[in-house]
């Protein structure tokens, strides 16, 4: 079982820059994949960007250039960096790991992007 706990979440000018943590308990050293995903008000949820363990990364395109995702496999935490940060990149930020078949969501963390 692994749950995940995301933090970093705020209010941020456009413009600016949040950095997202979704730390683990529960080792996710054997995940198959692992990312983030959002959801703004009134729509489904999305994929932002998942790293899978064959070392592929998809990135939705409205993020490319401006999002990148990072591990600490030591800390089993994994990080959002958002750059250029934009309103339309408001949302509830989920962090997300693909286990032997499983999933697994966090909580969610709210990010919010003034014009």
């Known amino acids: 079982q692994v749950q995940l706990v995301e933090s970093g979440g705020g209010l941020v000018q456009a413009g600016g820059s949040l950095r997202l943590s979704c730390d683990s308990k529960?080792?996710?050293?054997?995940?198959?994949?692992m990312g983030w995903y959002r959801q703004a008000p009134g729509k489904q949820r999305e994929l932002v960007i998942v790293m899978t363990s064959s070392g592929k990364t998809t990135y939705a395109d409205s993020v490319k250039g401006r999002f990148t995702i990072s591990e600490d496999p030591a800390k089993g935490a994994q990080y959002l960096q958002m750059n250029n940060l934009k309103p339309e990149d408001t949302a509830v930020y989920y962090c997300y790991v693909q286990k032997h078949g499983d999933e697994f969501w966090g909580q969610g963390t709210q990010v919010t992007v003034s014009s």
């Open positions: 529960g080792s996710i050293s054997l995940a198959n994949a």
